[in-house]
């Protein structure tokens, strides 16, 4: 390979580049050195850029044998004390749910990537869709915490990843880059930059038979053990004591699942992120992520060019969603319009906060994205009070 074919050569400050090929730079800017996956369109493309950039940094690619395993080799990478991540699309990421469960139990952090594509089943792989949301948050068994984020944008994308990594070292939990079809492939001018800042996880320190790897601590996030300094660690999936070890003792069950389910509570103001534009004195907001966000803005700019007040909001943090924020930019909106692709998983989140009598939805599942003159001839409705 010639120096100027290198993914990490020196590169211009502005460049062209696509949404997967942005998420495997961002995750090697974060310090990942370890990715397994399985190929499968359309994020394909994450590992291919891998395999070639990992090498580089002394990190490791493994192409492995279906998704239950890539999931489990990075669970296996990141008890080991290394930045891990996989990516995949809906059929994969549907696999990979009981690996996940075990990393949110076990309090293993890891990032997912996973680009949605039609459904169900193995659905429409070239075509963009945004019906993985709820599983996002809901696909395994149990209840458990999990962390979401959704950009919109090949920057975002980079930049995301780069968090996605931050939040899951800081708190021990996995998270997931979830960005539909069409930002992924989607190629634009950026500027990248050299990266940012990526958090560390917490690890044990201190006398060595005094450690209990589930411990509360600081945060309700507990220390690891990193591999070699001698603390002991039981890790697994069962529910368990403080000492890691398998636990049915109700009390004992109660309050490390409480302390697991309200880890990422007191830190909301880390987690969540969200856009909004002309939310102040907006009659219709449109909340929107994705492509869908992306067409919602210029929906929005047709919208105020007729002199409808129209705004939109966008969160970046899909899981926890940014509840407190969504409320305040809807305020003063009389209606709530939903663009998205699938039948209305997001346009159900917003009813829960918000109340059915004024959220609307306007759905695309045939493997088309939402124009950006459907949104506005929507909104516009709405504006003026037609159903």
């Known amino acids: 390979m010639n120096a100027a074919d290198s993914p990490l050569a020196a590169r211009p400050a502005v460049q062209l580049v696509s949404g997967n090929h942005a998420c495997a730079?961002?995750?090697?800017?974060?310090?990942?050195?370890?990715?397994?996956?399985?190929?499968?369109?359309?994020?394909?493309?994450?590992?291919?850029r891998l395999s070639r950039a990992l090498p580089e940094v002394d990190g490791v690619f493994v192409q492995m044998e279906d998704e239950l395993a890539s999931m489990a080799a990075v669970i296996g990478a990141s008890m080991g004390g290394v930045k891990a991540m996989t990516a995949t699309s809906g059929p994969g990421f549907s696999l990979k749910q009981e690996n996940l469960g075990y990393a949110a139990g076990a309090e293993i952090p890891c990032v997912i990537v996973n680009v949605m594509r039609g459904g169900p089943s193995t659905g429409m792989p070239t075509r963009p869709s945004q019906a993985d949301i709820m599983q996002s948050r809901w696909g395994s068994h149990g209840d458990y915490p999990i962390i979401v984020l959704t950009p919109a944008?090949?920057?975002?994308?980079?930049?995301?990843?780069?968090?996605?990594?931050?939040?899951?070292?800081?708190?021990?939990t996995p998270v997931i880059l979830l960005y539909d079809q069409a930002i992924a492939q989607l190629t634009e001018t950026v500027q990248l930059g050299d990266g940012m800042p990526?958090?560390?996880?917490?690890?044990?320190?201190?006398?060595?038979?005094?450690?209990?790897?589930?411990?509360?601590?600081?945060?309700?996030?507990?220390?690891?053990?990193?591999?070699?300094?001698?603390?002991?660690?039981h890790t697994t999936g069962l529910n368990h004591a403080?000492?890691?070890?398998?636990?049915?003792?109700?009390?004992?069950?109660?309050?490390?699942?409480?302390?697991?389910?309200?880890?990422?509570?007191?830190?909301?103001?880390?987690?969540?992120?969200?856009?909004?534009?002309?939310?102040?004195?907006?009659?219709?907001?449109?909340?929107?992520?994705?492509?869908?966000?992306?067409?919602?803005?210029?929906?929005?700019?047709?919208?105020?060019?007729?002199?409808?007040r129209v705004g939109l909001f966008r969160p970046l943090t899909l899981w926890p969603f940014p509840e407190n924020a969504l409320q305040a930019a809807a305020a003063h909106a009389r209606s709530v319009l939903v663009p998205e692709l699938n039948t209305g998983q997001l346009r159900l989140e917003v009813?829960?906060?918000?109340?059915?009598?004024?959220?609307?939805?306007?759905?695309?599942?045939?493997?088309?994205?939402?124009?950006?003159?459907?949104?506005?001839?929507r909104a516009e409705s709405l504006a003026k009070g037609t159903p």
Request: net charge negative.
């Open 25 to 48: 730079l961002g995750a090697v800017a974060a310090g990942c050195r370890f990715f397994a996956g399985y190929p499968i369109t359309p994020s394909s493309e994450i590992a291919e």
């Open 153 to 172: 944008s090949v920057r975002e994308i980079y930049t995301e990843t780069i968090r996605a990594f931050a939040l899951a070292e800081k708190f021990r």
């Open 198 to 233: 990526c958090a560390e996880r917490l690890w044990a320190s201190g006398a060595r038979e005094a450690y209990r790897p589930y411990a509360a601590a600081p945060g309700a996030v507990p220390a690891m053990a990193r591999p070699g300094d001698g603390y002991r660690s």
């Open 242 to 308: 403080e000492d890691g070890f398998p636990t049915q003792h109700p009390e004992t069950v109660e309050r490390n699942l409480g302390r697991l389910l309200t880890k990422l509570d007191s830190h909301l103001e880390e987690i969540a992120s969200w856009e909004c534009i002309d939310c102040e004195d907006a009659d219709v907001l449109i909340v929107a992520i994705g492509i869908s966000a992306r067409a919602s803005r210029r929906a929005l700019e047709q919208c105020r060019s007729r002199g409808l």
């Open 351 to 377: 009813e829960r906060l918000l109340g059915r009598d004024r959220v609307a939805g306007l759905h695309r599942i045939d493997g088309e994205p939402i124009a950006p003159e459907q949104i506005a001839a």
